[in-house]
């Protein structure tokens, strides 16, 4: 992980008021090591600050109402993808009725969303990089709109097999641009916690979903299909909230380097990005190589230890419906819980030591998860799930602070979605191993010791999941201001980046790009004229 690129040192007399010196770069903190120093210092490097926990009533007041409602919109836009996708897996039994279908067939749908995912990330991911996040993210919502209504007008199997594939690009390509949207324009003090409490909308959408399919299924001539119907609505909603706001500050930081560098040197601003992926991939492939590994690891985490557990109740400790659903959300709310204490004690102790604890804590808590069997395993539930979506919590941050700053969107969706992909066959590998592993039939109900399974499959992943936490990178507090970019350095130069906070600056004193464009075509030839008269002079010597 170690990078062996040194910059151009920082051109003097180069300022902005309002950072300090353009060319500060803020490198990772192994930088320049050699492999043996990087490897050498993993362990120690774990070591916290052991800075005072700031109160989170001042960190949550030092955010403004701008950034307030960058993260609203986005905690609630990724809150209502959790939604709709957990729309399919609370109906099977009445879709397969409705389709002439198994189970095992209408989770096809589940699992059609999870494979399409990575190309929606891709997609939306450098879309949102490129043009900015805010027309990706209502292109977003606006499929969420269509397919939702198309899946609850489904007449046969292959419709909704189609509206759940295209349902998954449309998912895919929102986590990325959430994370960016809520994240990148925070104080930094403040991203821990709200990192925390972003990453848990996926679980509050799993507890909207359980509440709304208990009053919207089976309760009208209409079956399963209004609560799909009614999944299309808030969606309106984002997109107007989303109207209302403009790009975030990082990004039109960004954007104005792209734009200086096609006004001053004719360079357009797409060509612009494709140098800036280019120098990414160059720099950064096995950092991102890294993400995806680690994703996969976290996905695993998640879904080992959730997609399966409802069964366990069922099948093997004879758990009524009521009784899982409960657990389910107990769980769920300690999993809200931890999600936000974890994200913001990160901010403290740092990303990899507070995901390494999680780990090794859920890992004790793996027996009383999958071998009590009574209701006291509720309690179990929540603090396994404290603990797995404890360690989630940073994740979003996690990935902003080691992602290349040009393509943040796209490695953080992107990364996020193929290692969701990697996992989607958890629940099937652990459903497969737990047949080897019978107990005496309930009637004609076969029943397997799933807990086993659930219990030594978690135990692999925490595992993995610590030694990859381990050897990995870390960049907490991160700049996110493109002029602290040595990827954006190495394409634009400084004096472009120097050029764009500047011309941010006139721009805030009333001065529009055709005005700015004359402004400096004019400097151009006065700078030209000079050099002329320099020419003259020295040859009259």
């Known amino acids: 992980m170690a990078d062996h690129e040194h910059e151009k040192p920082v051109a003097e007399g180069i300022h902005d008021p309002g950072h300090g010196p353009v ?52 905690f ?65 919502n606006l499929l969420f709109i269509a397919l939702e209504l198309g899946t609850g007008f489904c007449q046969t199997y292959r419709q909704f097999l189609a509206c759940r594939a295209l349902f998954g690009i449309a998912m895919g390509g929102l986590y990325g641009n959430a994370a960016a949207t809520a994240l990148e324009d925070l104080p930094e003090e403040t991203r821990g916690l709200m990192s925390g409490i972003l990453q848990q909308g996926y679980a509050f959408g799993y507890l909207l979903a359980t509440a709304f399919a208990r009053g919207l299924v089976n309760t009208t001539s209409h079956g399963w299909r209004p609560l799909f119907w009614f999944g299309a ?58 993400l995806v590994l680690l994703m996969a690891g976290f996905n695993f985490m998640s879904h080992g230890s959730q997609d399966l557990y409802p069964t366990m109740l069922t099948n093997q400790f004879k ?54 069997s009574s209701h006291a395993v509720i309690a179990a539930a929540f603090f396994e799930q404290f603990c797995v979506q404890g360690a989630w919590g940073v994740i979003p941050i996690h990935l902003m602070e080691l992602s290349p700053g040009a393509f943040r969107t796209f490695v953080v969706g992107t990364a996020y979605q193929l290692g969701n992909l990697v996992s989607s066959a958890s629940s099937t590998i652990e459903s497969t191993i737990g047949e080897r592993f019978p107990l005496p039939p309930s009637g004609e109900v076969k029943r397997y010791e799933y807990g086993k399974v659930i219990c030594i499959f978690m135990g692999c992943v925490f595992a993995y999941v610590i030694l990859l ?3 990995g990178p870390e960049h907490l507090r991160r700049k996110f201001e493109v002029e602290h970019d040595a990827d954006v350095r190495a394409v634009a130069g400084e004096e472009t980046i120097a050029e764009a906070i500047h011309r941010r600056e006139r721009m805030g004193m009333g001065l529009s790009d055709e005005d700015l464009a004359d402004a400096i075509e004019v400097q151009r030839i006065e700078q030209a004229e000079v050099e002329r008269q320099r020419e003259k002079v020295s040859h009259a010597v």
């Open 76 to 140: 609630i836009a990724w809150t209502w993808d959790a939604f709709d996708f957990f729309t399919v897996s609370l109906t099977v039994s009445d879709l397969a009725k409705e389709f002439g279908k198994t189970n095992t067939q209408i989770t096809w749908g589940i699992t059609l969303v999870l494979m399409f995912r990575s190309v929606g990330s891709i997609a939306f991911g450098i879309a949102a990089d490129r043009y900015g996040r805010k027309w990706p993210f209502i292109i977003n």
């Open 319 to 372: 758990f009524s419906a009521n009784a899982v659903t409960v657990t389910q959300v107990v769980a769920n709310l300690g999993a809200m819980l931890g999600g936000t204490m974890v994200g913001f004690f990160s901010q403290v102790f740092g990303r990899r030591l507070s995901i390494i604890v999680m780990c090794v804590i859920g890992g004790a808590l793996l027996y009383p998860y999958t071998f009590v």
């Open 469 to 471: 936490t381990l050897v």
């Open 233 to 290: 609505g808030p969606p309106v909603l984002i997109i107007i909230f989303r109207l209302m706001l403009p790009e975030t500050a990082a990004y039109q930081q960004r954007e104005s380097v792209r734009r200086t560098a096609e006004i001053e040197g004719g360079v357009s601003i797409s060509h612009t990005f494709i140098r800036e992926g280019k120098v990414a991939l160059r720099r950064h492939w096995l950092l991102l190589t890294y």
């Open 23 to 74: 060319g500060e770069q803020d490198h990772p903190p192994h930088h320049g090591m050699s492999p043996t120093e990087y490897i050498m210092t993993r362990i120690s490097s774990l070591k916290p600050p052991m800075t005072t926990p700031p109160n989170p009533f001042r960190l949550i007041m030092m955010i403004t109402a701008r950034q307030w409602a960058f993260f609203s919109v986005a």
